[in-house]
């Protein structure tokens, strides 16, 4: 099978066509989306901290100047609240961002949250427990992520409900080539979202609580220069990385258990290894298969020159089973100990919440291997139609 990203054959399985690229075409144009593909990990790694590429190209030039349509009047809100957000800026403004939201996400800050992370998870798992079973994707995975998250931001619990939906409606526009449709649907979301924060973060500024959002809004307009805008991407951004990436990771590695039960046998066995688990299941299994750069110069790559003003798309699923890397790499081994996976990007836009997505899968995994260690796959999943953010629909399982 050749690279397709709307074939649900390609989706559920797209490491034959990497093992392709890497093989025959590591550097190749991709028509349908006028994309270079980049398949292989040194090129990738490499790429993903050469200043030479961005997120995106607007601080350096027009739309007009890179050959490029603007965007539809009607995309407008979204792109404000997407673009005033750490991910979709380049330095000097990322690295201000960035500095203003780095002391949440410190090692000894996440650690710290280990606790909570692992009652909550226990708590779900109870649950599923006592039900005989369920979707572990919905009853477990999901609310994890979307409680710590949105208890560090300050979310009331009443309102948090709304965030999945809004959250997956956002990230239906970073697909390729969206349907008129998703566009739409993601711009409704979007302007939803930021309403829905712009009104909570001027509640907390008059009455502040112990939260990100109460920090956040005391720095708008002071001399770190926060804008109302930037604060609401920014939370938008955490809320959207802080659990979309976190959820699809978690069923994709109960999945690749399932296929593997000597691996799940042995984890079951040394629960010691989980460190060296997650970190296997991210790789073996990346929710995050692509990510997408502009050229801002000339750059070239494996003898291949590719021009300023075009987009090349970093194929994370790719470098992940990369031979000249992974030893083996097709095979899931939990206790991989060599193992430099890019799932979590690499570079000034390396994940911020990579700390807490690594406590949050361990303490996860944990409770569903000590209160359910007769857990079992009920039926066999289907992947959702989504390439760039991969993961499945759900996970029916049995304890």
């Known amino acids: 099978m050749k690279f397709d990203p709307w074939n649900a054959e390609f989706i559920a399985y797209p490491y034959d066509a990497y093992r392709d690229l890497r093989d025959n075409e590591p550097v190749s144009f991709f028509e349908p989306t006028g994309q270079w593909l980049i398949a292989r990990h040194a090129d990738v790694n490499a790429l993903l901290r050469d200043r030479r590429l961005g997120r995106s190209y607007l601080h350096v030039a027009t739309h007009e100047a890179f050959g490029r349509e603007p ?9 404000r ?32 949250l280990r606790p909570r992370v692992r009652k909550i998870a226990t708590e779900l798992t109870e649950g599923l427990v006592e039900r005989g079973g369920g979707d572990l994707l919905a009853e477990v995975a999901e609310p994890l992520p979307v409680t710590v998250i949105a208890e560090m931001l300050g979310v009331p619990e009443a309102d948090r409900h709304l965030l999945r939906p809004w959250s997956a409606d956002i990230c239906g526009m970073y697909e390729l080539n969206p349907s008129l449709e998703v566009q739409h649907t993601a711009v409704r979301a979007a302007t939803e979202f930021a ?3 712009r009104e909570l973060a001027r509640a907390r500024r008059e009455r502040p609580g112990d939260d990100m959002i109460s920090a956040l809004a005391q720095v708008v307009d002071d001399g770190d220069r926060l804008t109302e805008d930037e604060l609401i991407g920014t939370c938008v951004l955490l809320l959207n990385a802080g659990h979309e990436a976190t959820v699809n990771a978690t069923g994709s590695g109960w999945w690749a258990l399932f296929r593997n039960p000597g691996e799940l046998e042995r984890l079951r066995a040394d629960p010691g290894l989980m460190p060296t688990a997650v970190e296997e299941l991210l790789r073996y299994d990346t929710p995050a298969q692509m990510f997408e750069r502009w050229v801002l110069e000339d750059i070239e790559v494996g003898g291949v020159t590719i021009p300023r003003g075009v987009e090349i798309a970093l194929l994370f699923g790719s470098a992940n089973r990369d031979p000249e890397v992974f030893a083996d790499p097709d095979r899931l081994d939990l206790g991989r100990a060599d ?12 994940c911020l919440g990579a700390p807490l997505a690594r406590v949050e899968m361990a303490e996860s995994f944990g409770a569903l291997l000590r209160l359910a260690p007769r857990l079992e796959l009920a039926e066999e999943p289907t992947w959702k139609p989504s390439y760039i953010m991969r993961g499945l629909e759900s996970l029916k399982v049995t304890v």
């Open 195 to 197: 309403g829905y924060l």
């Open 339 to 350: 193992n430099p996976h890019i799932s979590f990007g690499a570079g000034i836009h390396f």
């Open 81 to 112: 609240v997407i673009r005033a957000g750490m991910l979709d800026v380049e330095p000097p403004v990322h690295t201000r961002l960035r500095r203003l939201v780095s002391k949440a996400f410190t090692p000894r800050m996440v650690e710290s």
């Open 71 to 79: 965007e539809p009047e009607f995309q407008e809100p979204f792109w």
